[in-house]
């Protein structure tokens, strides 16, 4: 299991947007009124829907492409697919939880991208985390599995 690419993207994203999420708090309203454990509780579960993207992203990226192990070199239309789904998502995602639903806002700090008004700190969360995930995802996969 731990072979798995999924198993090395779902690691890598974990761990680089559970730190971007404690990163951006200040950027969304109320999150540095919350007591210690709820605002943990609070980025474990965005980050977990982070993750959730990743996978999906990756698993788009991965039928594009037919193979599983396009990251290990990867062209630039699968980087920038990978890319671009999250992004997608990310958008999507922002403008229910913010205008829609208003299960979360954001706090004066917080630069809003039109047209959708998406934060910008969610935008550059799936620019940088990705190509992240992305290189170290590389340096992780067997010789082996690339034959």
């Not at 009124?33 to 993207?53: E, M, Q, R, Y």
């Not at 998502?89 to 706090?107: C, D, G, H, P, Q």
């Not at 990705?130 to 170290?136: C, D, F, G, R, S």
Request: one cysteine or more; aromatic letters at 20%.
């Amino acid at each position: 299991m731990t072979r798995l690419p999924e198993f090395t993207l779902i690691v890598f994203s974990f761990l680089l947007h559970f730190v971007w999420e404690f990163w951006q708090a200040p950027t969304y309203a109320g999150m540095t009124d919350l007591n210690h454990w709820d605002g943990i509780k609070l980025c474990t579960s965005a980050t977990f829907g982070d993750v959730g993207f990743a996978l999906t992203a990756f698993w788009i990226t991965s039928a594009a492409a037919r193979s599983r192990y396009w990251f290990a070199a990867p062209k630039a239309w699968q980087t920038l697919l990978f890319l671009a789904v999250g992004i997608a998502l990310t958008v999507s995602f922002e403008y229910y939880y913010t205008t829609i639903s208003m299960r979360w806002t954001y706090s004066d700090l917080m630069p809003l991208v039109p047209p959708f008004g998406t934060g910008l700190s969610p935008l550059l969360q799936w620019i940088f985390i990705p190509l992240a995930v992305l290189w170290l995802m590389r340096r992780q996969v067997p010789a082996e599995r690339l034959d």
